[in-house]
């Protein structure tokens, strides 16, 4: 199974809105709804922030929200923070019943 | 609520060594466990998952028919056990909660701190 594909870095001034995108194939995110986006920190363990394409795990910003289009799925966040500066993983549900993760962004606040 | 791996080091090529995730603070047996790595400096793999009642076990393709997921429920424990192991395999390995019984609810909603395994001679 190969990662899904991730831009290497997005960047964008606090206020503004940025976009992730992760595209994979027919086999994973094309084929569920089951795509998780986690953000993590230096030195420090994944969270996740949004699941099942669009939800929004309780206690996390609504400035964080999910959408997916055939094969690929995105991550939006709004108003940008400077602690929203992280590295993002998309993750999808295969058809071989296992998991695959993103190649992973650095979100940059400029 | 939380995640604890131990059981990390330095091992040599083609030896063994096994991972151990004490759960608290919820009803372990309920949930279904994953185990995620990362190399260091890169990015995150999914290596294995299994079921709230000790099954399904599932495992990516790079580590199928070396790692053995399991867990004690008993004991609030996940395991995992690593055998013939190369250097491709070092990396921090996180244990996660996942947010149901099974391991196709898409979510990993808690995660330990990670515990770092090194493979080399």
């Known amino acids: 199974q190969s990662a899904l594909t991730q831009p290497a870095s997005v960047s964008g001034s606090p206020g503004q809105s940025i976009t992730i995108s992760c595209t994979g194939t027919?086999?994973?995110?094309?084929?569920?709804?089951?795509v998780s986006w986690y953000q993590q920190n230096p030195g420090k363990a994944p969270k996740v922030v949004i699941y099942?394409?669009?939800k929004r795990p309780s206690g996390v910003s609504n400035r964080f929200s999910g959408s997916k289009s055939g094969d690929t799925a995105s991550l939006t966040i709004s108003g940008l923070q400077a602690e929203d500066e992280a590295d993002y993983y998309c993750?999808?549900?295969?058809?071989?019943?296992?998991?695959?993760f993103g190649t992973g962004t650095k979100v940059t606040v400029l | 609520v939380q995640l604890v791996e131990s059981g990390g080091g330095l091992v040599q090529p083609g030896r063994s060594l096994r991972l151990s995730c004490a759960a608290s603070?919820?009803?372990?047996?309920?949930?279904?466990m994953h185990w995620v790595r990362q190399p260091p400096g890169k990015g995150l793999e999914w290596v294995s998952g299994?079921?709230?009642?000790?099954?399904?076990?599932v495992y990516a393709d790079s580590v199928k028919g070396r790692f053995t997921i399991s867990r004690d429920n008993a004991k609030s424990s996940l395991f995992l056990q690593m055998n013939s192991l190369r250097p491709e395999d070092t990396g921090f390995y996180y244990c996660?909660?996942?947010?149901?019984?099974?391991?196709?609810?898409?979510?990993?909603?808690?995660w330990g701190q990670g515990a770092l395994v090194t493979v080399s001679s």
């Open positions: 996660a909660k996942d947010r149901g019984g099974l391991v196709d609810t898409g979510m990993l909603e808690l």
């Open positions: 603070g919820f009803t372990f047996g309920h949930y279904a």
């Open positions: 299994l079921g709230g009642g000790s099954g399904p076990m």
């Open positions: 027919s086999s994973d995110v094309g084929s569920y709804n089951l």
């Open positions: 099942e394409v669009i």
């Open positions: 993750c999808s549900y295969a058809h071989t019943g296992t998991y695959v």
